[in-house]
């Protein structure tokens, strides 16, 4: 599986439009880069990667970049380029989509962390330390948009910035927790776009003396009114979601956790748009199955 991920990154790399490297400089911006998925694919630090030993015989000759090389040119400007290019072309949607799922999947580190950028709040049924994946996602597997976060950091705040991604249209489907005025005036904003939530405290309650946003008052009569057959039955899929966060993590090289020299929010969000775009690679490829003879 390395390899192929590896031969689809290289590929994909080779289609992308690069800065042309400096005179001073001894590896281009596509060598860099190679070099970063090389260690993500493997679950290893840069470091690791900046060895020939761990490299394929084939290419021990050729000369790899030095820790020091990959630290400073993995912050520069050129490169966060590139990569976000290259997520850009394998995780974005090609074609147009009118139904998205929005939510949060914690990502903890230890409680002993000395990392100030990571913050303390609500996980899965607990309480924990670390960051946040928020995701848009669609139907089939492709990225609206994406943030990483501190895990203290309100989920709405970050949908808020999402949902004004450029291009989006159609019906947006959360968990009661994103039931907001706030997102719903947002959608509402953008005029063709409807957020589809539970109401917060359950189904049947009145909407108070609060002014209410329209998008809200139609997400309850969609979810709650005579059209709550075609409400419902939205919302039902969103359970989708959740089994993308499961392809992300249940395979050798997903995002099954932050390992120990993935800290501080920069480190952090890079390495989780790698395994981004590592899964999306791993789930174009046609399924194969063995049949005993």
Same mark, same amino acid.
């Given at each position: 599986?390395?390899?192929?991920?590896? =031969?689809?990154?290289?590929?994909?790399?080779?289609? /992308?439009?690069?800065?042309?490297?400096?005179?001073?400089?001894r590896?281009?911006?596509?060598?860099?880069?190679?070099?970063?998925?090389?260690?993500?694919?493997? @679950?290893?630090?840069?470091?690791?990667? $900046?060895?020939?030993?761990?490299?394929?015989?084939?290419?021990?000759?050729?000369?790899?970049?030095?820790?020091?090389?990959?630290?400073?040119?993995?912050?520069?400007?050129?490169? =966060?380029?590139?990569? @976000?290019? &290259?997520?850009?072309?394998?995780?974005?949607?090609?074609?147009?989509?009118?139904?998205?799922?929005?939510?949060?999947?914690?990502?903890v580190?230890? %409680? $002993?962390?000395?990392?100030?950028?990571?913050?303390?709040?609500?996980?899965?049924?607990?309480?924990?330390?670390?960051?946040?994946?928020?995701? /848009?996602?669609?139907? @089939?597997?492709?990225?609206?948009?994406?943030?990483?976060?501190p895990?203290?950091?309100?989920?709405?705040?970050?949908?808020?910035?999402?949902?004004?991604?450029?291009? &989006?249209? %159609?019906?947006?489907?959360?968990?009661?927790?994103f039931?907001?005025n706030?997102?719903?005036?947002? $959608? %509402?904003?953008?005029?063709?776009? +409807? /957020?589809?939530?539970?109401?917060?405290?359950?189904? %049947?309650?009145?909407?108070g003396?609060?002014?209410?946003?329209?998008?809200?008052?139609?997400?309850?009569? /969609?979810?709650e009114?005579?059209?709550?057959?075609?409400? +419902?039955? &939205?919302?039902? +899929?969103? @359970?989708?979601?959740?089994?993308?966060?499961?392809?992300?993590?249940?395979?050798?090289?997903? &995002?099954?956790?932050?390992?120990?020299?993935?800290?501080?929010?920069?480190?952090?969000?890079?390495?989780?748009?790698?395994k981004?775009?590592?899964?999306?690679l791993? =789930?174009?490829?046609?399924?194969?199955?063995?049949?005993?003879?």
């Amino acid at each position: 599986m390395e390899g192929q991920l590896w =031969r689809m990154i290289v590929a994909v790399l080779t289609q /992308l439009d690069k800065r042309r490297k400096r005179a001073c400089e001894r590896f281009s911006d596509e060598e860099i880069v190679r070099t970063f998925y090389w260690s993500v694919i493997h @679950d290893r630090p840069v470091s690791w990667s $900046c060895r020939r030993e761990n490299w394929p015989i084939w290419r021990r000759r050729s000369p790899v970049p030095s820790n020091s090389t990959m630290s400073h040119r993995l912050r520069s400007a050129s490169v =966060r380029t590139l990569l @976000d290019a &290259l997520e850009r072309c394998v995780v974005r949607p090609s074609e147009t989509n009118v139904y998205w799922m929005i939510d949060g999947k914690p990502l903890v580190i230890s %409680g $002993c962390s000395k990392d100030r950028q990571a913050g303390y709040g609500r996980a899965v049924q607990s309480k924990a330390k670390g960051y946040k994946l928020h995701l /848009l996602a669609a139907l @089939d597997g492709t990225i609206g948009d994406w943030r990483v976060a501190p895990m203290n950091k309100d989920e709405r705040v970050m949908a808020a910035r999402m949902l004004q991604t450029p291009g &989006l249209h %159609g019906y947006v489907t959360a968990d009661s927790n994103f039931d907001s005025n706030y997102l719903h005036a947002i $959608c %509402g904003s953008i005029g063709n776009l +409807q /957020l589809l939530t539970p109401r917060r405290y359950g189904p %049947g309650k009145g909407t108070g003396r609060r002014k209410q946003a329209r998008g809200r008052l139609r997400s309850i009569v /969609l979810l709650e009114g005579l059209s709550r057959a075609f409400g +419902q039955g &939205l919302l039902e +899929q969103r @359970d989708e979601i959740e089994r993308q966060f499961g392809n992300l993590t249940n395979w050798g090289g997903g &995002l099954t956790h932050l390992p120990p020299w993935v800290r501080t929010h920069r480190r952090v969000r890079r390495w989780v748009q790698a395994k981004l775009v590592l899964n999306h690679l791993k =789930r174009s490829q046609p399924k194969t199955t063995y049949a005993a003879s």
